[in-house]
Structure formats: C-alpha cells, structure tokens
C-alpha cells in the first residue's frame, strides 16, 4: 500500500509520535485529531469556551486536509471526543457551519475523562479523495 505523510505548518504539529495525516493508497486520508491549539503560536485558543475549540479544531483539520489534497467535503467520517457531553449541543452548532446536513459524514461523538493540554474537544476525520 501506498502511504504518504501529511505535515503543515498551517495546523498545530504533532505533540506526539504521530503526524497530522497519512495518505493511503493515494485516495484516503486518515487525519489525526486535532485540538484547539493556534498553529502560529502553540497557544491553546478559546480557554473554557467549547464553541471557539471546536472552530479551532475544525479549521486546523480544514488546514490538515488541504495540505493533502482535500477539503471538508471529502470528509465521510469524524470523530469527537468532548470532555463533557453536556457540550454536544454547542458542538453540533459550529459543526454544522462545516459541513452540509445532506452530505455531512458519518459521526461517532463520546465523552471522555481527558483530552491533551486539557482541551474540551478533539477531533479526527477520515477523507476520501
């Protein structure tokens, strides 16, 4: 299988051992989650506001997919992690400005205990070019 790495300065880099995206077989895109994290600074955006993470979030996987050749409407699956599901309504509603409800991918969204730098919200995506 054909793999390529996706790295771009235009997203947070990895704080970790993985990379933003991998290209598989030259069509899909399989992005690492991505947190509020300002790619120019490193600084974490919208402290305490879940509203501002998840635009955060959803502008560096916005960035991490156009370094590999896609955009938002190649997205056919996403997954949320949110540190309180009592912000899945306010989630939703930045999502929404994303992607199209006809069209929106696939979803699995769960509440977990911690999310790195103590972020509200992570979220991966897997694209099909």
Known sequence: MAR???QTDQAPAPVGPYNQAIVASGEMVFASGQVALDPAT???VGEGDVAAQTKQCLDNLTAVLAAAGATMADVV???VFLKD???FATVNGVYAKY???A???A???VEVAR???DVLVEIECIAVT
């Open 77 to 79: 699956k996403t997954s």
């Open 42 to 44: 490193g600084a974490l």
């Open 103 to 105: 069209t929106a991918p």
């Open 85 to 87: 599901m009592n912000d």
């Open 4 to 6: 390529r790495i996706i």
């Open 107 to 109: 979803r699995a969204c």
């Open 115 to 117: 999310l790195p730098k």
């Open 99 to 101: 992607f199209d409800e």
